[in-house]
């Protein structure tokens, strides 16, 4: 059981952050990516600037979005999108307001946090964007769907796993990842004090409500993650157990975790 106890120009700041120290780490830090750590979604940078047919332009109402970016890339890739260009647009997508800040506190603070990245973007994508912004040292685990280039250099997407849960896309249920990576850092003898939960979007609602009321989840204002808190709060009192801090800059998200630090909790 875990218990509560008493692009940036960041090359510099997070050599190193991945070692490991003579203490496991107290707490986990548990980040999305798109609308997340980057102010976009990823997807949609990807393809701004470029013409797509009409079946390609809109996301699908049913069926995978995985497997309809899987055919977009395809068609990128037949239009002559190759390596470098994917690379480019990832490079360039901006971070979210106050993550620069949030990275410096956290490579600060190293020893105390193991951070891991939980999206339903693709690794190809967010491997580019944080070797870029210098800060992929501070992540212990990527946990997104698979992408690679093929022999005829086309940008290639799979899905993450499979699941039963009903509330996911069917390529990815970020809880059923949550549970798994903290049972199994539990069998390496690592449990931590608290969890900490970073988002936006529906699909993280679903891994936030396994977080126990020493946990903290931490919402983006207004986004769907948020909203779809306040709506269980209203109709379920006490069936959100964490506590809730939503962010408008992930600023705010440093600060918190500042005064945690401080008051030794």
């Known amino acids: ?24 780490p107290r707490f986990l830090l548990v980040f999305d990516f798109d609308e997340t750590i980057v102010d976009e979604n990823s997807d949609d940078s990807v393809v701004r600037g470029r013409a797509l047919p009409e079946q390609l332009r809109q996301s699908p109402r049913d069926g995978s979005y995985n497997e309809h970016m899987q055919r977009v890339l395809a068609f990128l890739g037949e239009r002559g999108v190759r390596a470098a260009d994917f690379r480019a647009a990832y490079e360039n997508i901006p971070l979210s307001p106050g993550m620069a800040e949030l990275f410096q506190f ?57 699941h039963k849960c009903l509330g996911c896309p069917a390529n990815m249920c970020k809880r ?16 931590f004090q608290r969890v900490f939960y970073v ?31 306040q709506e269980i709060q209203e109709k379920q009192p006490g069936a959100f157990q964490a506590a809730v ?21």
């Open 176 to 191: 059923k990842i949550l549970t798994e990576y903290l049972a199994e850092r539990a069998q390496e003898e690592v449990e």
């Open 106 to 162: 956290l490579s600060k603070h190293h020893e105390l946090f193991e951070v891991v990245l939980i999206s339903d973007a693709n690794t190809f994508g967010i491997e580019a964007k944080l070797r870029a912004a210098g800060v992929r040292s501070l992540f212990r685990k990527i946990f997104s769907n698979p992408a690679g280039f093929d022999r005829r250099g086309f940008l290639t997407l799979g899905p993450y796993h499979s």
């Open 245 to 265: 801090v939503p962010w408008e800059s992930a600023a705010e998200v440093a600060r918190y975790l500042q005064e945690l630090l401080k008051r030794k909790c």
């Open 199 to 229: 988002g936006d979007g529906a699909n993280d609602f679903c891994p936030s409500g396994t977080l126990t009321a020493a946990d903290v989840a931490f919402p983006r204002k207004g986004y769907p993650m948020h909203r779809m808190i």
């Open 1 to 24: 059981m875990r218990r509560c106890c008493q692009g940036v120009g960041l090359p510099c700041l997070v050599k190193g952050a991945g070692m490991a120290g003579a203490r496991p």
